[in-house]
Structure formats: structure tokens, C-alpha cells
């Protein structure tokens, strides 16, 4: 059995089907990492939500997490969150798929933060 990790991950979408369908190709190759979502607003429409994101911070089992996001507002969102919530969160300017996903698979194979950040710096969206 693979240790659990303490580092998690948070992904955030304008669209609920969105954020759901990432969560569930990461959760193929990284079973035992705890990745949460946000999708939409709180009426079901297109947008963010500060109050599903900060939920699915704090229903993420770590206390340390790469935050993830499709565009400037669920930034905006997570932001705030970070400033309110006392996890530690690392808001990843990357393409959500492409870097959530290399996220996952290195802390699924046990990779240390530092390595991982390594890792993703090519990804960063300048």
C-alpha cells in the first residue's frame, strides 16, 4: 500500500462538469492522493464560488495543496481563499489539465515539493 500523502491537490473551474471530469482523470492515476473540486457557482451556473472553493479546500485531507484553475476569476476566488484559510496553499499559474495532472502523478510516485515545483516550471503560463 502506497504512504498517503501530505500534500494534496484543488482543482477549480467555471464548469462543474469541468472540474468533476479533471478530478476524475487524476483520481485514474493518483489513487491515493486527496484531490478536491470546485465547479460553477453556488446556483449552477458558469462562474466561481467562494464558498465551493473554500469548501473543497477544506474537505481536501491535507494540509498543504496546489491549487489549480481555469480562468482569472476562479484565480481571483482562490486568492481570497488562500488568505482565509489556514492550509497551506500553492495557487499554480499552469494549464490546469496538463499541470494538475503532473502534479498528481508525482505526488502519487511520492515526489518531494520542491521536486515537484521543479517539474512543473515549464508548465507555468507566463
Known amino acids: 500500500m502506497t504512504k498517503k500523502q501530505s500534500i494534496g491537490i484543488i ?5 462543474e462538469e469541468l472540474a468533476r471530469g479533471v478530478y476524475l482523470l487524476l483520481k485514474e ?3 491515493d492522493v486527496s484531490i478536491t473540486y470546485a ?4 446556483d449552477g451556473d458558469i ?7 473554500q469548501a473543497a479546500v477544506e474537505e481536501n485531507d491535507c494540509d498543504e495543496l496546489f491549487a489549480f484553475y481555469d480562468l482569472g476569476s476562479a484565480k481571483m476566488t482562490l486568492e481570497v481563499v488562500q ?3 489556514e492550509k497551506k496553499i ?3 499559474d499552469t494549464a490546469l489539465i496538463e499541470g494538475s495532472y503532473t502534479t498528481a502523478a508525482l505526488l502519487q510516485g511520492n515526489y518531494k515539493l520542491a521536486d515537484i515545483k521543479n517539474q512543473l516550471t ?4 507566463k
Open 11 to 15: 482543482i477549480t473551474s467555471h464548469v
Open 29 to 31: 492515476s493518483a489513487p
Open 39 to 42: 465547479g460553477g457557482t453556488d
Open 47 to 53: 462562474g466561481s464560488s467562494f464558498d465551493k472553493i
Open 83 to 85: 488568505d482565509t484559510s
Open 90 to 92: 500553492h495557487l499554480m
Open 122 to 125: 515549464p508548465l507555468v503560463i
